[in-house]
């Protein structure tokens, strides 16, 4: 079932989240609906946050970029509970866009290898260091998880320039592809 996206403002995407057990109810099909969301709209990762439930569950797909990057071709992974431990002093800048921040795309910094803790969807623990496009993915979504989204991460400069796209998204005039929940004002 494709989910509703929620769109900036949405006071659950500033939310730290609460870990999960593998009782919490219906995980399975929170996952697959999850993925089929991620599709739908087009992107590469989704948090439990972005469909409106603050807990700590992201699934990231990077199938779609496996014609450029074959590594890609099978990468469909379910983070639970995720936490960064440790990051790199070694950064890189890169643009980055979010679905819950439609239309807005910045560049920004951040460490190159991150040490994270997570477990799969079996409950399986996982404690690994990443590097790479993997590395930027996962702290942008692991941020949801912490209530925060990559705006927060951009210069006060470059936040006031983007201050007309974000008042807007606010205002429920965002315009997208895919199903979302916006802030009702």
């Known amino acids: 079932m494709i989910l509703p996206i929620y769109l900036y403002g949405q006071s659950v995407l500033r939310k730290v989240t609460e870990d999960i057990t593998p009782d919490y109810p219906e995980l399975k099909k929170l996952i697959q609906d999850m993925f089929e969301t991620v ?11 972005q ?3 603050p807990i700590r569950l992201v699934i990231i797909d990077l199938t779609p970029l496996a014609d450029e990057s074959p590594e890609y071709a099978d990468f469909k992974k379910v983070y639970i509970n995720a936490h960064i431990i440790e990051t790199s002093e070694e950064t890189d800048s890169m643009d980055e866009g979010c679905l819950s921040l439609p239309g807005i795309h910045e560049k920004v910094t951040r460490p190159s290898r991150i040490h994270v803790q997570y477990m799969d969807e079996n409950f399986v623990e996982h404690d690994e260091w990443v590097d790479g496009f993997l590395a930027r993915v996962m702290q942008h979504e692991f941020d949801h998880l912490e209530g925060k989204v990559f705006v927060d991460r951009i210069s006060p400069l470059r936040r006031q320039m983007n201050k007309n796209r974000l008042s807007n998204l606010l205002n429920g005039k965002a315009h997208c592809t895919y199903k979302t929940k916006r802030v009702i004002r």
């Open 51 to 53: 469909i409106g439930l």
């Open 39 to 49: 599709e739908q709209a087009e992107g590469i990762g989704l948090a439990a946050p």
